[in-house]
């Protein structure tokens, strides 16, 4: 869907769009139907795209060259093998440029419990948490859930996203059911404690300044904003800009810029926060290095409302992928 509302919105007289997809098998191929519908124009394309393959010739991001018309890659892809510096890693060994953030922060961001302990380094305040790989003392883990963050804890897959794999557990009886369906997604996960507050979102831009756009909040349909809510379009509500105390959304704004910057962000990212209004005030949840992309998304609506159409902010992202790709390249020995 992310991919189709971006097809939609590039100028196709500045832009020449290649649509590539990958298809569940791992293949690279060229998603013939985006093309297809291309050529009758955007009204044509059809509201979410499938990879459909395999392609019959080269995939043109992966034999490029030094041209006089740069490439760019938009990466809308989500969660591990996409949003994690392995495909950004892929573009950076052929030279392309990309939109968004580089190998390190992308891989930063992804992993929750290394990006827990950087932004603890720069003093970012968070919820209570512990980290644990599979393999260490469970019991040991319980315990100490119990002695030092207490119940209900949501229990998380500490690489992944879009709330898949994560349990809200209210006690220690459904505590070991909730790990198991964490380690069936990643080796490691995150225990945090359950924040009694308001779910707070904010977009930043930019590569060596970042900027922030209004904050808005996710009220949340469920318990907590989970997998259906976040894409059944029928149980949260996403209001912006939000309705916060005086002087609180400058507060998530720097706050923002601060997370983001310790997590080596570039291009775009959403960061999300807890805010709790009669107690510790805002608490940074998690950066996403590559948000939800349809118009009616967070990301989107944030700078809409922060006076960036969607188009503006497509031509944004690009211009700062090649200036990225300008800075970094001659320090890498290529061209620029």
Known sequence: MSAASVLAALDPARYDVVAVGITPAGEWVLAEEARAALVEGVQALPRSLAAAGPTVEPLPILTAGPTSIPTVVLPLLHGPLGEDGTVQGLLELTGTAYVGTGVLGSALCMDKAKAKEVLA???????????WRDGDDRGRLAQRVDEELGWPVFVKPANLGSSVGISRVEGPAAFDAAVDLALAYDEWLVCEEAVAGREIECGVLGNLGLE?????????????YDFDDKYSGTGAELVVPALLPEG?????????????SALRVEGMARVDFFFEELGRGLLVNEVNTIPGFTPQSMFPRLWAASGVSYPELLDRLVALALERHARRSPRLGRPR
């Open 248 to 260: 609180v959304a400058d507060q998530v704004r720097r706050g923002a810029v601060t997370a983001a």
């Open 212 to 224: 922030a756009s209004v904050p808005g909040e996710i009220v949340p349909g469920a318990v907590f």
């Open 121 to 131: 380094a720069a003093g970012v305040p968070q919820a209570r948490y512990l980290a």
